[in-house]
């Protein structure tokens, strides 16, 4: 199965005063994840489902990216920041039958999980950046990081 992590993009708002789930992309946020988008229509990823954590951000990362591919969006509270391996160990079943899947999320938290999937390292999921990490199976929850790229190849900045 493969495994698809995307960091919500650009979200930047200096003197945001309202709660911090509220907090939407900017405007170059939105301009950057469109181009992001059709780059991974361009990818053929093969994804069954999107999965995005209910924050604001998040959603319109993954609605982004889900129009483009033409899939709909599940929102997931498991997605929320505090997501961490455990989590992604009881989403998946209800995916057993899927060869990819793209979750849509937040730091550290998907940092943290492509750490514990490959079995430790080092990993830095920038705003925008898409990782893949393909596993044996939802049970075994080990991987192989096979690539992650960051913002700007996405964008083809």
């Known amino acids: 199965m493969n495994?698809?992590?995307?960091?919500?993009?650009?979200?930047?708002?200096?003197?945001?005063?309202?709660?911090?789930?509220?907090?939407?992309?900017?405007?170059?946020?939105v301009v950057r994840m469109r181009a992001s988008a059709q780059t991974i229509k361009q990818l053929d990823l093969g994804l069954a489902a999107i999965l995005s954590?209910?924050?604001?951000?998040?959603?319109?990362?993954?609605?982004?990216?889900?129009?483009?591919?033409g899939l709909s969006l599940t929102i997931k509270s498991q997605l929320a920041p505090g997501f961490a391996k455990p989590a992604l160990a009881k989403l998946?079943?209800?995916?057993?039958?899927?060869n990819a899947l793209m979750f849509v999320g937040h730091e550290p938290d998907l940092s943290e999980i492509i750490a514990d999937l490959i079995g430790g390292g080092?990993?830095?999921?920038?705003?925008?950046?898409?990782?893949?990490?393909?596993?044996?199976?939802?049970?075994?929850?080990?991987?192989?990081?096979?690539?992650?790229?960051?913002?700007?190849?996405?964008?083809?900045d």
């Open 122 to 156: 080092q990993v830095v999921m920038k705003k925008g950046s898409l990782a893949r990490v393909d596993i044996a199976s939802a049970e075994s929850l080990a991987g192989e990081l096979v690539w992650l790229l960051a913002p700007k190849v996405l964008t083809l």
């Open 3 to 29: 495994l698809y992590f995307l960091r919500h993009g650009l979200a930047d708002w200096p003197d945001w005063k309202r709660p911090d789930a509220e907090r939407p992309l900017t405007e170059e946020g």
């Open 92 to 98: 998946l079943p209800a995916f057993s039958q899927a």
């Open 53 to 69: 954590s209910p924050l604001v951000r998040a959603r319109q990362t993954a609605d982004v990216v889900a129009q483009a591919l």
